[in-house]
Each structure stands twice: as structure tokens, then as C-alpha cells.
């Protein structure tokens, strides 16, 4: 219901719950591609994926320590510790807001409750 009610509120689509056997979401033992919008998403779970995942996805988002992609719009473990929970918009290029950026500083965002800054 949430997630309905911020999808009203911003115009934007909420990314469905995808199960195992929707063709829009493939997984294999190195991670997960899900196409949305005709834009390859890669959750690379092994390292050895990563680098094919940045040159062929649009978007990668991985919890694998130490990982980034050099020229594909990229999520990280760092990026969620330090900016907690992100916005992804699939327009004509991809737009990630984390949300600080998103909403401002709240007592309950990532770096808000300790007076942290970036």
C-alpha cells in the first residue's frame, strides 16, 4: 500500500515485485538482470560478474564490498550506508537520488540522526 501511495504522489512507477519466474527478471549463480522499461538492471553477486554487468546494463546495483563501475550508473554498499535508502528514475538517462537528496536531512535517514554530512 505504500509504495501505491508514493507512486500516486510522485507520478512515478514503482519497480512490481518480480517472482522467480517473470521473464523480465533473470537469475543465474553470479547475480540477477531484471529489464525494466527496456533498460537492463545487473545485481552482480559474484565479483567475476561485475565488470560484464557495467558494460552491458544500464543501471548496476550490488552489495559486493569494494565494487563500482567506472562508466554505468551505479549502486554500492557504500552508497546505501552512507545515503540509506535511493530513488531511481529510468527516463531518457538514469537518475539516482538518495534520501537526503530526495526529502532533505531527516532524524531518520542515514546520516541525519548524528548530525553527519557528506
Same mark, same amino acid.
Given at each position: !500500500?505504500? +509504495?501505491? !501511495? =508514493?507512486?500516486?504522489g510522485t507520478?512515478?512507477?514503482i519497480?512490481? +515485485?518480480?517472482d522467480k ?13 531484471a529489464t525494466v ?8 553477486a ?8 557495467? +558494460?552491458?546494463a544500464q543501471?548496476?546495483?550490488?552489495l559486493?564490498?569494494d ?7 551505479f549502486?554500492?554498499?557504500?552508497d ?8 531511481? =528514475? ?17 532524524p531518520w ?5 548524528d548530525?553527519?554530512?557528506d
Amino acid at each position: !500500500m505504500l +509504495t501505491a !501511495m =508514493w507512486a500516486n504522489g510522485t507520478g512515478d512507477l514503482i519497480l512490481p +515485485t518480480l517472482d522467480k519466474d517473470d521473464p523480465r527478471f533473470r537469475c543465474d549463480r553470479s547475480g540477477c538482470i531484471a529489464t525494466v522499461k527496456r533498460r537492463a538492471i545487473a545485481f552482480p553477486a559474484d565479483p567475476g560478474a561485475l565488470a560484464e554487468d557495467c +558494460t552491458h546494463a544500464q543501471l548496476v546495483v550490488t552489495l559486493l564490498p569494494d565494487a563500482s563501475c567506472d562508466k554505468t550508473p551505479f549502486l554500492g554498499a557504500d552508497d546505501f550506508a552512507r545515503g540509506g535508502v535511493h530513488a531511481v =528514475w529510468l527516463r531518457h538517462r538514469v537518475h539516482i537520488e538518495d534520501s537526503a537528496q530526495w526529502q532533505g536531512r531527516r532524524p531518520w535517514s542515514a546520516s541525519g540522526a548524528d548530525g553527519d554530512s557528506d
